[in-house]
């Protein structure tokens, strides 16, 4: 087995509308380094954000293999495939989904509460990750009295405090102002490296993918790599 964090094989998905097929993915292949970070660009509707989907077991293919960390999500029950993503898998969206009752540190402390933490180690992990993304002064702080750049930190803390193995991120800067979304790319960047987390990041922000190791374009439902 290759040292490949994530690795998709042939992956294809097509939904119905109407009378007609669309092949939304067709024969998609992909692998993840340790600690590399990967941009996938294309239009709206082109596949992107259900790619990430699949490969997050989040849905299903009609055909191919995703595996993390060497085992083939999409042959375990539901329950172990909840479990396999609670270790192995940070999830950042372009909106926050941070839930609007709770603070920021019980917001982070989430994914570690369900994974069975108990709670003052999940609170003192929290705080850690919170500090690690700058937002150390934000912990009782609620959704509601975080700026936009703040709630995306702390999704991304959210999705790093379980310590996975990768991120998958869908445009994690898409409603953010050039400057802060340069900030949160930035953070990204030094997570990857300093934590070796790897991210596959979803993006219509070209100089974003740009700045990454390595970026594919999604176009008629294949995937291939970006001639920049």
Not at 119 to 137: D, H, K, M, P, S
Not at 215 to 226: A, E, I, P, R, S
Request: glycine residues 8%.
């Amino acid at each position: 087995m290759n040292n490949w964090v994530l690795e998709a094989s042939e992956i294809s998905k097509s939904f119905t509308d109407g009378q007609s097929q669309i092949d939304v993915l067709q024969q998609v292949s992909i692998q993840v380094q340790p600690a590399e970070m990967v941009a996938i660009i294309g239009s709206s509707g082109s596949g992107k954000s259900t790619l990430l989907h699949i490969l997050g077991g989040l849905d299903s293919p009609d055909s191919g293999t995703v595996y993390i960390q060497g085992t083939d999500i999409h042959q375990l029950s539901t329950r172990k495939q909840g479990e396999w993503r609670n270790q192995y898998l940070g999830f950042v969206y372009q909106f926050h989904h941070l839930l609007a009752e709770f603070s920021a540190q019980e917001n982070v402390m989430m994914p570690l509460l369900i994974g069975g933490m108990d709670y003052q180690l999940a609170q003192a992990e929290a705080e850690q990750i919170i500090t690690r993304v700058g937002l150390q002064n934000r912990l009782t702080h609620k959704p509601a009295k975080l700026s936009g750049g703040e709630r995306q930190r702390i999704a991304i803390a959210r999705a790093m405090v379980t310590k996975p193995a990768c991120i998958l991120a869908d445009e994690p800067t898409g409603n953010l102002d050039t400057q802060t979304a340069e900030s949160v790319n930035e953070l990204m960047r030094e997570l990857s490296a300093t934590e070796n987390t790897s991210f596959l990041i979803v993006s219509h922000d070209l100089r974003l993918a740009k700045s990454l190791q390595k970026t594919y374009q999604m176009m008629d439902g294949k995937l291939n790599l970006f001639k920049q």
